[in-house]
């Protein structure tokens, strides 16, 4: 290995052997280069007349952008650093800042560069980048790394969660582009929420004998036009899955508000209506608040408004 001047005209950028991850944003980089100079040098390997990036992609990116003519470098040569060296480069010298999406890369390129089996990932591979070695393991990061790159583009750009990839990659590849598209990049969603919205869309396809797309589509085209808001697709959504269930909800929220309760006061019944109960909360800070909530109580439970409740969650439950 060697530090020499490379041109920037010598640098193939178009090979992407060692390319994982996202370029991103570099304004930055360029900034910091621009004050400081080029603090960490970029690492090549020669490539004929050229130069091939094992690392420092970004760093070479902003210096091109700046319009430098060359880069200092560490240089190695064709023959003197093999394919599966210049990967355990890449993963040392980015060990800090790794995401599982990087490292679910870099496990795809020890596979492709360095024909490496099942077996040897596991046992050479894995330990290496800091995950426990086993097979559950090595198809999760197998998973991640053959998803679509706009997939990995919108967690990059952290635009979704490293938990909803994998809920993606779950699926096939055009239900899971969809579903980034029309759903994860439109709602806000937590991790438990996709889980069941990604559920609940596949059922309603089986269901109704219908595509991922047209399901999503139908569902947005009942919620309405304009800006759609995360809670009004889950309950759109819930709706069609569960249409009896979600009519019973609304004629008990449609009791409830007839009860006028005090703010203090608060009713539940139990999910999907499995039990023959409800429960009634109270929040209060006085004794002298108590008794004129439980006066109020008793006398809607005289006018049979309890009952009433009572009777839409025995026939949620039936």
Not at 49 to 72: H, P
Not at 184 to 195: A, D, P, Q, V
Not at 252 to 260: G, Q, S
Not at 264 to 277: D, L
Request: hydrophobic share 40%; proline share 3%; net charge neutral.
């Amino acid at each position: 290995m060697e530090f020499n001047s490379i041109p920037l005209s010598k640098i193939d950028f178009s090979d992407e052997t060692f390319f994982v991850g996202s370029v991103g944003d570099i304004s930055p980089l360029i900034n910091s280069i621009k004050g400081l100079g080029l603090i960490n040098l970029p690492i090549l390997r020669e490539k004929g007349e050229k130069y091939q990036i094992i690392c420092g992609r970004r760093r070479l990116n902003a210096c091109r952008e700046l319009m430098l003519d060359e880069v200092l470098s560490k240089v190695y040569g064709w023959n003197e650093i093999s394919n599966e060296e210049c990967l355990e480069i890449i993963f040392n010298e980015n060990r800090n800042r790794f995401s599982d999406m990087e490292k679910a890369e870099l496990i795809l390129k020890f596979r492709e560069l360095c024909s490496l089996t099942e077996s040897e990932l596991i046992k050479r591979v894995l330990p290496c980048i800091g995950i426990s070695p086993s097979l559950k393991n090595l198809k999760r990061y197998m998973r991640l790394a053959g998803l679509e790159r706009e997939i990995k583009d919108a967690f990059y750009s952290q635009r979704i969660t490293i938990e909803q990839a994998l809920v993606l990659s779950e699926l096939e590849g055009f239900a899971r582009v969809e579903i980034l598209r029309k759903v994860l990049l439109r709602f806000k969603l937590n991790i438990n929420e996709t889980r069941e919205a990604v559920r609940e869309i596949q059922e309603i396809g089986l269901r109704d004998k219908k595509g991922i797309s047209e399901t999503i589509d139908e569902i947005l085209s009942k919620v309405g036009h304009g800006e759609i808001k995360s809670d009004s697709f889950r309950r759109e959504l819930k709706s069609m899955r569960y249409p009896l269930l979600s009519k019973i909800e609304g004629e008990f929220r449609d009791c409830l508000k007839c009860l006028n309760l005090p703010k203090e006061v608060a009713i539940h019944y139990p999910p999907f209506f499995e039990g023959n109960y409800i429960e009634i909360r109270i929040k209060v800070e006085s004794a002298e608040r108590i008794s004129q909530i439980l006066s109020y109580l008793i006398s809607v439970v005289e006018i049979g408004l309890i009952d009433r409740l009572m009777g839409i969650v025995r026939e949620g439950r039936a």
